[in-house]
């Protein structure tokens, strides 16, 4: 199958391709169906191209490459609902906001991770309820004061 | 919207099952129990409407701002 009109050209992606969110991404309940594309080799960036609406794409990453500590808890209904079991391939990502033109204020939505059932191509955006988490976590230092201005 | 007045300890049921009680009143605060079934999410608005906002700024965010990482 092909997904043309992407902010990244014509996809060819296969049945095995889809991601499943049966209950869509928080605020976009109809978009259900994504295939997720590496930004580049080794990157731990990832997007979530929506297969329905081809010009929405989510940018994600794989949190604990910049959060190592990073450890959601996984509620049994988050589990339940994903059809988790012991030995079932799964991972989290959480999504990135990068304002226009200034990655180093790149953020983190550490509160509202989603979980992918590898193996069964299904996944989750859940809210979780420790509130540790913050929706907007910075992931470089904010810059002090400019190098030069000082002193 | 429906208006309903409730008293400590009293709830309301919207549909089959989901039940709101009222736990506890001091001054401003009102605690809620909320029973809902296991695939009825329920969030704080104010959380949930940041949550839309960060997703919405996932799906603005440019390939071209991607840091090296």
Not at chain 1, 2 to 11: A, H, N, S, V
Not at chain 1, 22 to 30: D, M, S, T
Not at chain 1, 95 to 124: D, H, W
């Amino acid at each position: 199958m092909k997904l043309t009109g992407t902010r990244f050209g014509e996809i060819d992606f296969g049945p095995t391709d889809v991601l499943f969110f049966k209950e869509g991404i928080i605020g976009f309940p109809l978009l259900q169906e994504f295939i997720l594309l590496s930004h580049k080799d080794d990157s731990p960036f990832r997007w979530l191209q929506s297969v329905q609406e081809p010009g929405i794409a989510f940018l994600c990453v794989i949190p604990q490459h910049f959060v190592p500590d990073y450890n959601p808890e996984l509620t049994h209904a988050v589990v339940e609902s994903l059809k988790i079991e012991e030995d079932t391939e799964r991972f989290v990502l959480t999504t990135a906001s990068i304002p226009k033109g200034e990655p180093t204020k790149m953020t983190l939505n550490l509160a509202a991770p989603i979980l992918v059932n590898a193996r069964g191509r299904i996944a989750l955006q859940f809210v979780l309820e420790d509130e540790a988490y913050t929706v907007k976590h910075r992931v470089f230092p904010e810059a002090k004061v400019k190098e030069g201005v000082a002193a | 919207m429906l208006v309903l007045t409730r008293k400590l300890h009293q709830s309301i049921v919207i549909g089959d099952g989901i039940e709101v009680v009222v736990l506890e009143v001091r001054g401003e605060q009102v605690r809620l129990g909320i029973k809902a079934p296991k695939n009825v999410a329920v969030h704080r608005k104010e959380i949930y409407e940041q949550i839309q906002q960060e997703n919405k700024s996932a799906s603005e965010s440019r390939p071209e701002d991607i840091p090296d990482a």
